[in-house]
């Protein structure tokens, strides 16, 4: 059985057969507190929905110390191995490719994607979300976005099995339209992200989590530093 381990705002940590991986690993400077990069000593793969520190977080450092590819839109992929990361997969929005644990696709998120070096902003590519297939179940992480009509094309096509869907507002999605993103998305289970980690996204999760279920839609408030098996 998998398992998903909420590290705190965006940050996840998957097991499964054939994968260790973090996604968006923000473990340095999370207010969360829920781990460190020295935690992490074997993991295969790293991936990142964007590159704003709050989610291309310790990237670098944690795939330069395990050797774990990092899986990201081209532009992260390139800035991440200029940095000395070496084992890179670079993607790009649409595309999909089938690892030996499963198939990874990324798909567009309404966001931005930058790093600030030398006092000046470097675009990276743009954001993601990302689905991954984790023992013939797939996971729908969203990255940072809002609401989009792209969402409704997943519901179509992808079969869902957790939505992890931000809802902190002001920088992403609000709980308003993060409910109806997963009306869209149709999940097995929605479980919200990105909330509370600041003053400025103190979104309640179980506010959102009894609208989705108003709706039909089975949700869970995984809070951080607790495990879901699936």
Not at 82 to 107: A, C, D, Q, W
Not at 113 to 125: M, Q
Request: include cysteine.
């Amino acid at each position: 059985m998998a398992k998903l381990w909420y590290l705190g705002h965006s940050a996840f940590y998957v097991e499964g057969e054939g994968i260790k991986a973090l996604i968006d690993p923000f473990l340095n400077g999370n207010p969360w507190n829920i781990a460190k990069p020295e935690d992490f000593s074997d993991l295969n793969y790293i991936f990142v929905t964007h590159a704003h520190g709050d989610h291309l977080g310790d990237t670098i450092e944690i795939a330069k110390r395990t050797g774990a590819t990092v899986v990201s839109i081209f532009e992260v992929c390139q800035y991440c191995n200029l940095k000395g990361v070496e084992n890179i997969h670079p993607m790009h929005i649409g595309g999909s490719y089938t690892f030996p644990f499963g198939r990874v696709k990324l798909v567009p998120a309404a966001h931005g994607s930058s790093v600030i070096e030398d006092g000046e902003v470097k675009t990276l590519g743009c954001p993601c979300g990302m689905l991954i297939e984790v023992e013939g179940k797939t996971i729908y992480h969203a990255g940072d976005t809002g609401l989009i009509a792209d969402m409704e094309l997943i519901g179509k096509y992808e079969k869902v099995s957790i939505a992890l869907l931000p809802i902190g507002g002001n920088f992403t999605m609000d709980i308003r339209d993060a409910v109806i993103a997963a009306e869209l998305v149709k999940p097995e289970v929605a479980v919200p992200m990105h909330f509370k980690t600041w003053p400025i996204i103190d979104a309640d999760p179980e506010k959102f989590k009894e609208l989705v279920e108003s709706r039909g839609i089975k949700s869970l408030v995984l809070n951080p530093g607790k495990e879901l098996e699936f």
